[in-house]
């Protein structure tokens, strides 16, 4: 489309020529997403996902005059990770809670906000935070995920819903990732591979939420029967019997791609349920489709092709990062292949048609393999990373945080080159208590996290720049925000610590300009028109000043040439002090609690802390340290059941709840001393 129909269609809709369809969507147009220059179609812009925008009135040569346009405030105090979609001049947002809003693009009223009252309990099966990445538009209707495993359609228009319907197997499911949609069918897997669920993917009828299909992509029970050919070949596999029972993950948590070349639905899946391997499956077999990069049919859902990044995975290595469809060179031919930089650190190139393995080299430090053997696209693994197996303590990078989350990568076919979120996360893998021995032994071991874009050459695998190290003081698990480029030499990006949205000149990193967003940047930025003038978008919004109580700034800021508006600075707020009772366990009761706190609140709240550091409370805090009886009312009376502390006496007793008070005082102790 071109600008100059953009605004015809404007000016004839003002005059009241014509009446809005909003979110008109169709499959011609979302074919044509890239030629549709003034929208944002889909959560990666384009089936191809490379999050390229082809406007070029904002430019290396006038981003000095980039400014606020407008700002809206969103209510939630929780992490920020949606990617809008812009079409005809409304904005569609999600939230943490999986909420969406409609916004004009051009004013920023709010046209209407849809909450499906997630009941807070669905907490306890939530493994990294309230958020959704994103929601698909198709012929009226907006339609994305809940937390609690619903899929719903709103109508655009009015943002009621037209229909709604669970589309998780019955479990520890949930969905925060964006569906896709091609053909009337939308594609959507979920989350849980943490909490020992089996992954899937399905399709659903757009008009209706009937299922046409589910694939599952790791095996269920033999003596169930298996659900077809693809299910008994992956169960070769698993080698020790009772897998079935453990989970066993390889959820397809946010990775899905449809590619209209080769009608197939492209996706990569999740770690292994439980992640230690040998708990898995002790017979080494390779556990497919855990780690992998698998294609289906998209009409009916049958099997097409695999590749598994990480055979036996152990170290929480998802392939759920953004896959993204290139027609590139490789070794002199054009070749139609999918890529991604997976969590393991590797950049993959693959063959869209068949899942050939073309190449593969890290693009951030990588100690758990040496490299990945060409013919048979395998890695070649370092013996000692499996902790495992070898009983000592292995200080492993990536570690669980990866080398690229769900921050979305960006692709610009001016450069040539792929604009990845990377991290180095240095780790210590093994024992629980094996690792508390190392780190006194060894109080400096590396357990660092730090980031940084990197401009990667996908053809000749190699960096080509990269942005300035980003490290983060207050820890958790993120350190930095997805990449937009635009045709204008630009690469957007957002610099977590420093908590600003920055530019930098997409040809040779040179930073160009940034804002200062009071807050952390997590997902990718859009670009779009209304009435010919282009527009920047972000949702920001992480943990600031505090975490779980604490206003975060969360916002959807607007930017556009001229613009001069401008955001407060975010309201007081003083954590509660860190003031435990003293010590009143043995060495080894504090122990024990660290085991059970381990098993049972870690996933949740991490070294005390609260992971992500923003979606539940820092229990160093907590004044239930001071009483064993409070202390108990909420671990097993679940006295904040509704806030998603829900009871865990299922799974532990008065005494553990003892024990693991003492640890969380030990870390009270220990956090005073730092
Ligand atoms: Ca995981």
Not at 286 to 293: A, Y
Not at 333 to 361: C, I, P
Not at 602 to 621: I, K, M, N, Y
Request: charged share 20%; glycine share 12%.
């Amino acid at each position: 489309m071109t600008m100059r129909t953009a605004i015809t269609l404007t000016t004839l809709l003002m005059a009241g020529v014509l009446q809005a369809q909003p979110a008109a969507v169709d499959q011609q147009r979302l074919l044509n997403a890239d030629a549709d220059v003034g929208n944002w179609l889909t959560y990666g812009r384009t089936y191809q996902e490379q999050r390229f925008s082809p406007l070029d009135q904002i430019n290396d040569e006038n981003i000095d005059q980039l400014g606020l346009a407008w700002s809206l405030e969103l209510p939630t105090n929780q992490n920020v990770e949606s990617t809008p979609l812009a079409i005809d001049g409304v904005l569609y947002l999600t939230l943490p809670w999986s909420r969406v809003v409609a916004v004009d693009g051009a004013t920023g009223e709010q046209l209407w906000l849809y909450d499906p009252e997630v009941p807070g309990e669905w907490n306890i099966n939530v493994c990294c935070g309230f958020d959704n990445r994103g929601a698909a538009a198709y012929e009226g209707k907006i339609i994305f995920g809940t937390l609690d495993g619903r899929l719903i359609a709103l109508d655009a228009g009015t943002g009621q819903p037209v229909w709604s319907i669970q589309a998780t197997p019955e479990g520890r499911y949930s969905i925060t990732g964006a569906p896709r949609v091609a053909d009337g069918k939308v594609f959507i897997g979920s989350a849980g591979g943490e909490f020992d669920v089996r992954g899937h993917i399905d399709a659903y009828d757009v008009n209706t939420g009937e299922r046409l299909w589910r694939f599952f992509t790791v095996p269920g029970n033999p003596a169930d029967g298996f659900e077809d050919d693809t299910q008994a070949m992956i169960a070769e596999t698993w080698i020790e019997e009772g897998w079935w029972d453990k989970g066993p993950g390889g959820t397809v948590w946010d990775a899905i791609t449809y590619d209209p070349q080769t009608d197939l639905v492209i996706f990569g899946t999740g770690n292994g349920a439980p992640w230690d391997a040998v708990d898995r499956d002790a017979g080494q077999g390779d556990n497919l489709f855990l780690s992998s990069i698998v294609a289906v049919h998209a009409d009916d859902g049958t099997y097409a092709w695999h590749y598994q990044e990480t055979p036996w995975e152990t170290w929480d290595y998802d392939t759920g990062q953004q896959l993204m469809l290139l027609d590139m060179e490789v070794d002199g031919q054009m070749r139609h292949v999918v890529t991604q930089a997976s969590k393991n650190g590797f950049f993959y190139v693959l063959d869209a048609a068949t899942g050939e393995f073309l190449s593969g080299e890290n693009y951030t430090e990588v100690n758990w393999a040496t490299g990945i053997n060409k013919e048979t696209g395998r890695p070649f693994i370092v013996p000692e990373a499996r902790y495992n197996i070898t009983g000592a303590v292995y200080n492993l990078v990536p570690g669980p945080a990866g080398g690229h989350a769900w921050q979305p990568m960006s692709y610009s076919p001016n450069t040539g080159l792929v604009y990845i979120p990377a991290t180095t996360h240095w780790t210590l893998v093994g024992d629980f208590d094996a690792r508390a021995e190392h780190l006194k032994e060894n109080p400096n071991a590396r357990q660092s996290f730090t980031g940084r874009l990197v401009a990667w050459d996908p053809v000749n695998q190699r960096e080509v720049w990269r942005g300035e190290e980003q490290i983060n003081p207050r820890g958790g698990v993120q350190v930095i925000g997805g990449a937009l480029t635009t045709a204008g030499n630009i690469v957007f990006n957002g610099n977590l610590p420093n908590q600003e949205f920055v530019a930098y000149r997409a040809t040779d990193g040179e930073r160009l300009w940034s804002f200062d967003t009071k807050t952390a940047v997590f997902p990718g930025a859009i670009s779009y028109l209304v009435d010919g003038e282009q527009y920047i978008a972000i949702a920001v919004g992480g943990p600031v000043q505090g975490g779980y109580y604490a206003p975060n700034g969360a916002r959807l800021l607007v930017f556009k040439l001229g613009g001069e508006d401008s955001i407060p600075d975010l309201p007081a707020f003083t954590q509660r002090p860190i003031a435990p009772p003293e010590q009143f366990a043995s060495a080894e009761v504090i122990s024990a609690g660290g085991r059970a706190f381990e098993a049972n609140c870690a996933t949740c709240h991490a070294h005390g802390v609260g992971r992500g550091r923003s979606s539940f409370p820092d229990l160093r805090r907590t004044p239930a340290l001071h009483s064993q009886e409070l202390f108990d009312n909420i671990v097993l009376g679940g006295q904040l059941s509704a806030n998603g502390m829900v009871s865990f006496s299922e799974y532990i007793d008065a005494g553990d709840t003892e024990a693991i008070r003492a640890y969380i005082v030990s870390l009270a102790e220990k956090a005073l001393e730092e």
